[in-house]
């Protein structure tokens, strides 16, 4: 039986997870929904997920929200030994966990530096854009020279990271300038994943469809 997705392209976690379901090559039934239409606001929904926020997962009959504990739930249920979400080495596996809790501040650090000026029109608050560049400036230090963000073997810790970091094209990848560590990592991660694309691809010109209009 094929997971049901509930999901919206246009959002980064729900591309992070969709990002996962291809790596591990699952069968997933999409079904599209737009929160800007309340479609996370109906009974039925929040019957599934009383954050009313996509992306949910429905997995035979288990409902379950927040990208980060989906991608941790699929790939510990479907490919437990794939090394993506290491089993063997609780530390390897702490390590993926940290990042991973450390990627929900990133995804916050660009909602309030960058998205409030681009889908708002609102400049950013002075310690928004500080927060911003502290929290890429710790990522760039974690990834350093490895290969991937956790090390040097790809773990969902990278696909969490890609979805939130390629919402950074609405600005054309602009502000990636100054952490030259994450700009690499991603750009090549970008080559080397086949989905990345697929999944991607349109995401700058949907983003600039809800752009506020420059004054
Ligand atoms: N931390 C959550 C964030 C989910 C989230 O905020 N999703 C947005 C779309 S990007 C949403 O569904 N918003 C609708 C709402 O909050 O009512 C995750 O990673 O899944």
Request: with cysteine; glycine share 4%.
């Amino acid at each position: 039986m094929p997971i049901d997705l509930y999901m919206n392209i246009r959002s980064t976690p729900c591309r992070s997870v969709l990002m996962a379901i291809r790596q591990l090559n699952l069968e997933v039934n999409i079904i599209e929904t737009d929160p800007r239409k309340q479609e996370t606001s109906t009974p039925e929904f929040l019957k599934l997920n009383p954050q009313h926020t996509i992306p949910t997962l429905v997995d035979d009959g288990f409902p379950l929200g927040e990208s980060r504990a989906i991608i941790q739930y699929l790939v510990s249920k479907y490919a437990p030994n794939s090394g993506l979400y290491p089993t063997h080495d609780l530390k390897k596996r702490a390590h993926v966990d940290r990042l991973l809790y450390y990627d929900m501040s990133i995804a916050y650090a660009i909602r309030d530096a960058i998205f409030i000026k681009v889908f708002r029109g609102e400049e950013p608050h002075e310690n928004a854009v500080k927060n911003f560049k502290n929290n890429f400036n710790v990522l760039n230090d974690f990834i350093g020279n490895n290969k991937y963000v956790a090390g040097n073997e790809l773990t969902i810790a990278d696909i969490s990271y890609l979805g939130t970091i390629s919402s950074l094209a609405i600005n054309d990848y602009k502000d990636l300038d100054e952490f030259p560590n994450v700009k690499n990592w991603f750009f090549r991660l970008q080559k080397e994943l086949p989905y990345f694309n697929e999944v991607n691809g349109k995401v700058p010109e949907l983003l600039k469809q809800l752009s506020a209009p420059k004054k």
